[in-house]
């Protein structure tokens, strides 16, 4: 199976009762040769709304925040862990998270990615691979709402910059 094949299963996905919140799941999007992962909690209204991840206003945050580290969105795989939005947005509760990380899983190990980037504590429990430089972070929404946030989210994506340079550079040589 490959990840757009993947991404098609996902999409179908009747696994939990958070697909009867109306919109569909949303896999995530980027290159299959992508390098990078980002990780965040679920899709909002908007996400599932349009199917694509972080394009709400904490993706607009996200976004400004690549563009000045000089990382094209584009080259990411961006994603959550929980692939459907929440009833009132609320967090995802534990069963939820269970239920929907072997989609997760499975898309990681299709991947392969060299650092991924956990927004957030539910990202942070995802099951980390000895292969895999984890980076954790705070979500982009609670980095716009807090200043102190901010600045430690704004600093992890300085560093990041180093990966996605490294990352661009082995694309190139491989
Ligand atoms: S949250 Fe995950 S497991 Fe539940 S229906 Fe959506 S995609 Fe399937």
């Not at 569909?24 to 990078?36: L, N």
């Not at 716009?144 to 694309?171: G, H, T, V």
Request: some cysteine; proline content about 8%.
């Amino acid at each position: 199976m490959d990840i757009a094949e993947l991404n098609r299963k996902i999409s179908a996905c009747k696994k939990c009762t958070l697909c009867l919140d109306g919109g569909s799941p949303v896999p995530g999007e980027g290159p299959p040769d992508a390098g990078i992962m980002l990780i965040g909690q679920n899709p909002g209204a908007e996400e599932a709304r349009v199917g694509r991840p972080f394009v709400g206003r904490s993706g607009k945050y996200l976004d400004s925040v690549l563009e000045k580290n000089g990382i094209r969105r584009d080259r990411l795989f961006i994603t959550s862990v929980v692939k459907c939005k929440t009833p009132g947005n609320r967090k995802p509760a534990p069963a939820e998270i269970a239920t929907c990380m072997p989609c997760l899983l499975e898309q990681i190990k299709l991947l392969k990615p060299r650092t991924i980037v956990l927004m957030g504590e539910v990202a942070w429990k995802t099951p980390r691979l000895e292969s895999i430089r984890y980076m954790e972070t705070y979500h982009p929404a609670a980095a716009m709402r807090f200043p102190k946030i901010r600045e430690r989210f704004e600093e992890d994506f300085k560093k990041l910059k180093e990966y996605y340079d490294q990352a661009a550079l082995s694309r190139h040589q491989g």
